[in-house]
């Protein structure tokens, strides 16, 4: 198993430009989490779904950001417009059952944002 | 969910074993208590989870007390390649979700 697929592993870009990132989830595993990560704020949940269905948004900063999960091998979080603020580690995880964590997440490799 | 609070920071020396607490005092019924553990430009893996008593694995282990209002995290005889972050978060099975503290970096010295 290949593990979670992410892409671009680093993303430089204007102020003001669109940004997609990419993952692809191990197959069989139902849940997906999309993370940021920076020095002052840690850890951060954006949003997750479970079986494709976005489950909880709550943590999406504003507007400019949204994530799809069209279907089971495939989801993307987009930032449109961009701003320096921005600039982190966006992390993908998945889980095979939103019930029981009795495996953990499985962690991509995560995408460094950079937003000059 | 559970909010967690960790040491920032613990100092370990290679074949020491390394006990870090975490301290949980809103847990939920429904909440496990689970570890990762993250190397710089990486994402967090997995170590172990537990809900109470002990709990081991080839890697660590877990030791949660009855009223579950904290655990702590055991690691065998550490080596310098444990150097890293350790995540203590809860899992809430009804949310489906867990939220990750401010973590303990572990420096483990030779």
């Known amino acids: 198993d290949a593990g979670v697929i992410q892409s671009p592993r680093h993303e430089v870009t204007e102020m003001g430009q669109e940004v997609t990132l990419r993952c692809k989830p191990i197959s069989g595993h139902n849940s997906l989490f999309w993370y940021r990560q920076t020095m002052m704020r840690g850890l951060e949940l954006l949003i997750y779904f479970n079986n494709n269905v976005p489950i909880d948004d709550s943590g999406m900063p504003e507007d400019r950001f949204s994530a799809k999960m069209p279907n089971a091998s495939f989801s993307t979080l987009k930032i449109q417009p961009s701003e320096p603020r921005d600039s982190a580690v966006y992390f993908c995880a998945t889980n095979r059952d939103k019930i029981s964590d009795e495996y953990g997440y499985t962690f991509g490799s995560g995408t460094r944002l950079t937003v000059v | 969910l559970a909010k967690t609070t960790q040491p920032i920071s613990m100092d370990s020396y290679e074949g020491q074993e390394v006990n870090i607490t975490c301290s949980h005092n809103?847990?939920?019924?429904?909440?496990?208590i689970t570890w990762y553990q993250q190397f710089p430009s990486q994402g967090p893996r997995f170590i172990i989870q537990?809900?109470?008593t002990k709990v081991t694995n080839e890697v660590a282990s877990l030791f949660i007390p009855a009223d579950r209002k904290s655990s702590t995290l055991s690691l065998p005889r550490v080596s310098l390649s444990d150097t890293a972050v350790y995540y203590c978060l809860g899992f809430n099975t009804n949310a489906g979700k867990s939220t990750f503290g401010d973590g303990t970096t572990l420096t483990v010295k030779p």
């Open positions: 537990g809900y109470k």
């Open positions: 809103n847990i939920a019924t429904n909440d496990y």
